[in-house]
Nanobody
Framework: QVQLVESGGGLVQAGGSLRLSCAAS????????VGWFRQAPGKEREFLGR????????YYTDSVKDRFTISRDNAKNSAFLQMNSLNPEDTAVYYC????????????????WGQGTQVTVSS
């Protein structure tokens, strides 16, 4: 089984920043689009953004486009989610995912998932 592992979650104060990492086995992050999702209590899993195989192109939902930045380092088989200006509404479990669909915005379009990492933002 292909494995993705998220890390970097934790408790932060409102207005703070946090960087999440996604480490992949093999060369998943070198061959696949990487997306980031989150799931808050009582909510459906929400698509946040994605990055192309090369890392040149990114796409974000409007809710996070000015605060979150996705990047990847294919040499390290890793992807990252930099989150700035966090607020309590950002509290959720965050997931990275990898897939072969170029314009994937839905969980069903991704093939591999990490276990998730908890992000909690306090007031």
């Amino acid at each position: 089984q292909v494995q993705l592992v998220e890390s970097g979650g934790g408790l932060v104060q409102a207005g703070g920043s946090l960087r999440l990492s996604c480490a992949a086995s093999g060369r998943i992050c070198s061959r696949y689009v990487v997306g980031w999702f989150r799931q808050a209590p009582g909510k459906e899993r929400e698509f946040l953004g994605r990055i192309t195989v090369s890392g040149v192109g990114t796409y974000y939902t409007d809710s996070v486009k000015d605060r979150f930045t996705i990047s990847r380092d294919n040499a390290k088989n890793s992807a990252f989610l930099q989150m700035n200006s966090l607020n309590p509404e950002d509290t959720a479990v965050y997931y990275c995912a990898a897939g072969g669909t170029s314009f994937a915005n839905h969980p069903d379009e991704y093939d591999y998932w990490g276990q998730g990492t908890q992000v909690t933002v306090s007031s």
